[in-house]
Structure formats: C-alpha cells, structure tokens
T-cell receptor
Framework: GAVVSQHPSWVICKSGTSVKIECRSLDFQATTMFWYRQFPKQSLMLMAT?????????EQGVEKDKFLINHASLTLSTLTVTSAHPEDSSFYIC???????????????FGPGTRLTVT | KQEVTQIPAALSVPEGENLVLNCSFTDSAIYNLQWFRQDPGKGLTSLLLIQSSQREQTSGRLNASLDKSSGRSTLYIAASQPGDSATYLCAVSNSGGYQKVTFGTGTKLQVIP
C-alpha cells in the first residue's frame, strides 16, 4: 500500500524559532493533504487542508500566519511553525488523499506524525 | 457538524478477555469509518476500514461493525493480549468529498497480564 512519511519524526526547538515539518507521499500523487495536531490526551484536530498549487484552507481558530502550509507538488506538503512557543508543542500528523476514478471514491493514508517540543 | 464519541474513555481488562469498543457519530452520511490504534507518543496504525456500503470487516482477532442508520460502530477484540494495550481511535470520513475526517475521542485500553 501507499506510504506517507513525515520528517522529522520528532524535533525540539527553542521558543521563537521556526520549525518545518515535511509530509511526503512516497508512491502516489496526493491531490489533497491535511494537517492535524494532537495535544496530550486529546484527539486529533484538523488544522488545515491544502491542495497542490493553491493556498491552504485553515480551520477556525488556526492562525494561518503562524502555521504556514506549502503544497508545492503532488508528493510533498510542508508545515512551518513560525515563532514557535511552548503552547505549540504537540503531535502533528498529515493525511494524504488521492481521488480514484469514478464516483467520488478516494484513498487516504496518514503519516506517522511529528512530535514537536518547544522549550 | 460531525461529532464522534467513543465509549468508554478508558478500559482495563485481564489478558484473554474479549472486549468491545464503541464509536458513535451524529451524521450518518458517511463515506467510510476507520479504526486506528495509537501507541504512546507514536503515530496512527490503521486497523480496519469499513466503507459505508459494508456492515463489517475482520482482520485476525479484530472485527469492526458499522450501523450507519444508528450512527454506530463497534470494534471487537477477541482474546485480548498485553500487546493490544494502546489508545484506539475511530475516524469518520463524510460523504460528498474527502474534505473532512473527524476523529473520535479515543478509548485507552490496558490489558493486564
């Protein structure tokens, strides 16, 4: 089956710095990628949706200037946490989707996640 | 807005017991429902995927059922093992496009040797 990778798998950064997280679909072209975050002991919450070559759509309450999403190709989406603060410490997971021929069906694959700790 | 709830939030059972995890959702217009396990500090491992037209899926000791009309899914784990200890999440994809996947609140399972 298709594989989605994330890099790095974990990262520690200092408050005020920026961190970039990559999400790659390794053997298929993902028309849409989604970014989720998970705070400790909570479920995953959708942050934003990105389509290749267009601007990301952010969920209510997610700061688009803080969480920069770039979807430059069908196999790569990046999430950059700018001016990170301790409250941004979380588990970030991407979801890659490709539509299948006919009837609106699709496949989806989740990345393994990136643990971000901001000190 | 789709809301997904999982009951119980936590469950502790002795090894060997059969158990059932529950997932309920408010909007029955779903595309599919997927069960995941998540180990502490790790990503998601897909367990079973049920399309909206299906009633159940089985994989090894796991069996997931889906009742769209009542907005419910169950994950049945037979002969539980300590290695089954993890948090189990159900995730509902809505129909009419793949824009939204709503995750449940999770059930933290502990299987005691």
């Amino acid at each position: 089956g298709a594989v989605v990778s994330q890099h790095p798998s974990w990262v520690i950064c200092k408050s005020g710095t920026s961190v970039k997280i990559e999400c790659r679909s390794l053997d298929f072209q993902a028309t849409t990628m989604f970014w989720y975050r998970q705070f400790p002991k909570q479920s995953l919450m959708l942050m934003a949706t990105s389509n290749e070559g267009s601007k990301a759509t952010y969920e209510q309450g997610v700061e688009k200037d803080k969480f920069l999403i770039n979807h430059a190709s069908l196999t790569l989406s990046t999430l950059t946490v700018t001016s990170a603060h301790p409250e941004d410490s979380s588990f970030y997971i991407c979801r890659a989707v490709r539509g299948l021929a006919g009837g609106g069906s699709y496949e989806q694959y989740f990345g393994p996640g990136t643990r971000l700790t901001v000190t | 807005k789709q809301e997904v709830t999982q009951i119980p939030a936590a469950l502790s059972v002795p090894e060997g017991e059969n158990l059932v995890l529950n997932c309920s959702f408010t909007d029955s217009a779903i595309y599919n429902l997927q069960w995941f396990r998540q180990d502490p500090g790790k990503g998601l491992t897909s367990l079973l995927l049920i399309q909206s037209s299906q009633r159940e899926q089985t994989s090894g000791r796991l069996n997931a059922s889906l009742d769209k009309s009542s907005g419910r899914s169950t994950l049945y784990i037979a002969a539980s093992q300590p290695g089954d200890s993890a948090t189990y999440l159900c995730a509902v994809s809505n129909s009419g496009g793949y824009q939204k996947v709503t995750f449940g609140t999770g059930t933290k399972l502990q299987v005691i040797p």
